[in-house]
C-alpha cells in the first residue's frame, strides 16, 4: 500500500505575516529585508506584487530597489513568525501525530493511517488544510500530495500561490521528469551546474541515468538523487516530537566592517570556535571534521572543510583547524564579510573514544585542556556567556606573518 504524503508550504511566509498587521501593502510590492546599518541588508522575503517585479529572496536591497523603486521595505519580527509556525504546525496535528517541519515555513504530513478518518480523499483534505490555514490564520498554503516526501515537495512547488497539486503513483512520470533538474530536492547551484556539463538538465534525464555513474560523479548524494529522480525515495516522515539526530554545530556572524587582517581574522574564528566548542560539549558530542565559510562583500561564499585527525570538542583543536582552512582559502587583504564555523561528522562521546587514536596528541596536555574548558563551561552556567573568554580569542600580532 502507498503512503499519502502532504507536503504543506507557506506562501510567502514571513511577508504573509507582516502583512496581517499591514492589509493596506496587499496589492503593493513589499518585502521584508535585514538592517542596512547592521549589514544585513538584504531580503528576506517579498509578497506576490513584488515577486511579480522580480524580487528574488537574498539579494541585496540596492538590486531590489533598482528592479521595483516603488518597493516597501518592513523589518523582520522573528519571534512573530516562530508564533505562527507553531500555530500552523499545531493545525497540522489535528489530522496525524506525523508532522515534519521542513524549516519555519513548510511541513510534511504523514496521513496514510489517518485519512479514511477524515473522508478519504487526499486531495479533498488538501484543500481543508489551505482554506483553514486562510480563514484561521489569514496565511495562504501550497499543497503537494504524493506518495513519498521529494514528490510531495515538487508538488508543493509546482504551483503557488494557494494551490494544491497531487502526483500520484500513475501520473508522476509526465508531470515529474519534464521539470528542470534543479526543481529536486538537494539539487543546489553546484549540482546543476555539474549535471549540466553531462548534458542533464530534466529530472527525466536524471532518471535515466545509471546510478553508477551518478555516484561516480557525486558520491552518496548521486544515488540518492537517483532514487529521487526515479521515485524511489522512501525516506519517513518524521515527528516533530521526535528527536532528530544532530548532524553539524555551527555559527555564524556578520561583521561591523569588512575583515582584511590575518589577526582580525583569527579573533573571529576564535570567538565562533568557541561556541562551537561549548555547544558540542553541552551536546556531549565530538567533531570529527570541520568547515569553514567565508563571504565576501559581494556576497560570494568560498567554503572548505576538513577531517579531523582526533574527533574534538576543545577550543583549541577547533581553532587551530579552522585557521588552516582559511589559510587555504584567503589571501590578505582581500575583504571578509562575515565568517562561519561549523563542526561536522559528529560522534557521542563513547562512539568517540572508540578511534584508537582520538588521545594521539599527549594526554596529560589534553587532559588540563579538557579541565579548563569545562571549568570555563561552569563558571559561563553561573555567571553568564560572556563572563570568561578563552586565551585564542586573542588576535595575533599584526606583523605575524602567514604560514
Known amino acids: 500500500m502507498d503512503r499519502i504524503i502532504l507536503h504543506c508550504d507557506l506562501n510567502c511566509f514571513y511577508a504573509s505575516v507582516e502583512l496581517?498587521?499591514?492589509?493596506?501593502?496587499?496589492?503593493?510590492?513589499?518585502?521584508?529585508?535585514?538592517?542596512?546599518?547592521?549589514?544585513?541588508?538584504?531580503?528576506?522575503?517579498?509578497?506576490?506584487?513584488?515577486?511579480?517585479?522580480?524580487?528574488?529572496?537574498?539579494e541585496t536591497i540596492w538590486?531590489?530597489?533598482?528592479?521595483?523603486?516603488?518597493?516597501?521595505?518592513?523589518?523582520?519580527?522573528?519571534?512573530?513568525y516562530r508564533e505562527y509556525s507553531h500555530r500552523v504546525n499545531a493545525l497540522y496535528d489535528e489530522y496525524t501525530d506525523l508532522v515534519e517541519p521542513f524549516g519555519i515555513d513548510e511541513s510534511w504530513l504523514d496521513v496514510t493511517g489517518s485519512l479514511h478518518l477524515f473522508g478519504g480523499d487526499a486531495r479533498q483534505l488538501a484543500d481543508t488544510l489551505r482554506?483553514?490555514?486562510?480563514?484561521?490564520?489569514?496565511l495562504s498554503l501550497s499543497v503537494g500530495v504524493s506518495f513519498n516526501k521529494v514528490f510531495a515537495k515538487?508538488?508543493?512547488?509546482?504551483?503557488?500561490?494557494?494551490?494544491?497539486?497531487?502526483?500520484?503513483?500513475?501520473?508522476?512520470?509526465?508531470?515529474?521528469?519534464?521539470?528542470?533538474v534543479g526543481d529536486l530536492l538537494y539539487v543546489g547551484g553546484a549540482a546543476r551546474k555539474l549535471l549540466r556539463q553531462?548534458?542533464?538538465?530534466?529530472?527525466?534525464?536524471?532518471?535515466?541515468?545509471?546510478?553508477?555513474?551518478?555516484?561516480?560523479?557525486?558520491?552518496?548524494?548521486?544515488?540518492?538523487?537517483?532514487?529521487?529522480?526515479?521515485?524511489?525515495?522512501?525516506?519517513?516522515?518524521?515527528?516533530?516530537?521526535?528527536?532528530?539526530?544532530?548532524?553539524?554545530?555551527?555559527?555564524?556572524?556578520?561583521?561591523?566592517?569588512?575583515?582584511?587582517t590575518r589577526a582580525q581574522i583569527q579573533t573571529g574564528i576564535a570567538m565562533l570556535s568557541d561556541s562551537v566548542?561549548?555547544?558540542?560539549?553541552?551536546?556531549?558530542?565530538?567533531?570529527?571534521?570541520?568547515?569553514?565559510?567565508?563571504?565576501?562583500?559581494?556576497?560570494?561564499?568560498?567554503?572548505r572543510q576538513k577531517q579531523l585527525s582526533n574527533p574534538t570538542h576543545l577550543i583549541r583543536d577547533l581553532t587551530q583547524s579552522a585557521m588552516e582552512l582559511v589559510d587555504a582559502l584567503w589571501r590578505p587583504p582581500a575583504p571578509v564579510r562575515a565568517l562561519t564555523v561549523t563542526a561536522i561528522h559528529l560522534a557521542a562521546e563513547d562512539e568517540a573514544y572508540?578511534?584508537?587514536?582520538?588521545?594521539?596528541?599527549?594526554?596529560?596536555?589534553?587532559?588540563?585542556?579538557?579541565?579548563?574548558?569545562?571549568?570555563m563551561d561552569r563558571i559561563r552556567g553561573k555567571y553568564g556567556s560572556g563572563s570568561i573568554t578563552f586565551g585564542a580569542a586573542a588576535p595575533e600580532k599584526e606583523e605575524d606573518p602567514l604560514p
Not at 70 to 80: Q, Y
Not at 277 to 284: E, K, Q, V, W
Not at 354 to 375: C, G, H, N, S, Y
Open 198 to 260: 553531462y548534458g542533464i538538465t530534466t529530472i527525466g534525464q536524471l532518471a535515466a541515468c545509471r546510478r553508477e555513474m551518478l555516484e561516480t560523479l557525486m558520491g552518496k548524494l548521486g544515488g540518492q538523487l537517483y532514487e529521487y529522480a526515479n521515485g524511489l525515495d522512501t525516506d519517513p516522515v518524521r515527528s516533530r516530537y521526535e528527536a532528530e539526530p544532530v548532524k553539524s554545530v555551527g555559527n555564524g556572524t556578520t561583521f561591523p566592517q569588512n575583515l582584511t
Open 154 to 180: 515538487l508538488g508543493s512547488d509546482y504551483k503557488k500561490p494557494d494551490a494544491t497539486t497531487v502526483i500520484s503513483r500513475d501520473t508522476w512520470r509526465d508531470l515529474v521528469w519534464p521539470l528542470p
Open 354 to 375: 572508540e578511534q584508537e587514536d582520538l588521545f594521539a596528541a599527549p594526554a596529560p596536555r589534553r587532559e588540563k585542556q579538557e579541565r579548563l574548558e569545562a571549568a
Open 277 to 303: 566548542a561549548t555547544r558540542l560539549r553541552h551536546l556531549g558530542l565530538y567533531a570529527g571534521g570541520i568547515q569553514v565559510t567565508l563571504r565576501t562583500p559581494e556576497f560570494r561564499d568560498l567554503s
Open 63 to 80: 538590486q531590489a530597489r533598482k528592479k521595483c523603486p516603488g518597493l516597501v521595505l518592513l523589518p523582520p519580527h522573528h519571534a512573530l
Open 131 to 138: 482554506r483553514r490555514v486562510r480563514e484561521e490564520l489569514g
Open 20 to 58: 496581517l498587521s499591514h492589509p493596506e501593502l496587499r496589492d503593493v510590492p513589499t518585502a521584508v529585508c535585514g538592517d542596512p546599518a547592521s549589514r544585513h541588508g538584504i531580503i528576506l522575503a517579498k509578497n506576490e506584487p513584488a515577486k511579480r517585479c522580480g524580487v528574488q529572496t537574498a
